[in-house]
């Protein structure tokens, strides 16, 4: 079913790039044409290519690491989104779907066709000219330095909802409900419950978050400061004039995940809900 594979890990944790290594030699032996992400040469012991993950047009890919990994892979490879296999090498990742101990059986499993692929919504924003990356989790609206205040008019198709004094603004897809506007007291969206989440940064009057229907066409208009950051999945990154509009709407395209069985709600408790940092651990 599967004839080329794409690799992608983190490149600041030995576990991560030996397990690229082991990988790759596996695959290899399965008769696989293997592609390692160019972040990985000079790191990882192989005689894969290296290839930027724009040019990644694989048959799947494989992440070794947490969220962080997977989330820029997501906005980096080409589209239609290919399948990922994600292996847990972060903290909570809850994006993820094995160990690495279950990595080799999850990929002989991968190669017979026993596995399900779980499709998961993305936002597409823009912004006057700009055109930014699809999110996966996010889209954050923020001042560009601390102590400013973002004051913004928020409309859902055309019509104005109200005016939000925060620190930031979120919108979130049922996927990143666990992530970044969960942390700032937005609520967990149920995967099959479609929408799109908005969720104010620590804000001056009591609203906390609003879910609006996924087909809504969601304006942020920047009324100041004079310079706002927007930031789409933690790793796109890009500072904006004041009195611009970003538009945020559902994106045509999805993600893809390789999935064995274990379910969102199981996830959500083993990962989220009873799970914390160890010293000296980051998210990756």
Not at 124 to 139: C, I, M, Q, R
Not at 151 to 158: F, Q, S, V
Not at 222 to 249: F, H, M, Q, W
Request: charged residues 30%; hydrophobic residues 40%; glycine residues 8%.
């Amino acid at each position: 079913m599967f004839k080329t594979v794409g690799l992608v890990a983190r490149y600041d944790k030995k576990r991560a790039i030996k397990l690229t290594e082991e990988l790759t030699a596996y695959l290899k032996e399965k008769g696989l044409e293997i592609f390692i992400e160019e972040t990985l040469q000079g790191k990882v012991k192989s005689d894969g290519q290296f290839l930027p993950l724009k040019k990644m047009e694989t048959d799947f890919i494989i992440t070794i690491g947490g969220d962080g990994t997977i989330l820029r892979t997501c906005i980096a490879i080409p589209k239609p989104d290919i399948p990922i296999l994600a292996i847990n090498m972060g903290v909570r990742g809850f994006l993820t779907e094995i160990s690495p101990e279950e990595a080799f059986k999850a990929v002989d499993r991968c190669l017979k066709g026993d596995f399900k692929i779980e499709r998961c919504k993305k936002l597409a924003v823009s912004a006057d000219k700009l055109e930014a990356p699809d999110a996966l989790n996010e889209v954050l609206i923020a001042v560009d330095e601390p102590v400013k205040i973002l004051y913004a008019r928020i409309y859902k198709d055309e019509r104005e909802v109200l005016t939000s004094q925060a620190d930031g603004i979120i919108l979130a897809t049922q996927t990143g409900s666990t992530g970044y506007s969960l942390s700032a007291g937005g609520p967990v969206l149920d995967p099959q419950v479609d929408g799109i989440i908005l969720t104010p940064i620590c804000s001056l009057s009591v609203l906390r978050s609003i879910v609006f229907p996924s087909e809504s066409k969601i304006t942020v208009e920047v009324l100041r400061p004079k310079k706002v950051l927007l930031v789409v999945d933690g790793a796109y990154r890009k500072l904006l004039d004041s009195k611009c509009k970003i538009v945020v709407t559902q994106s045509k395209n999805e993600a893809k995940f390789i999935r064995f069985g274990e379910n969102f709600y199981h996830r959500l408790r083993s990962r989220l809900l009873f799970h914390g940092l160890k010293d000296g651990e980051n998210c990756g």
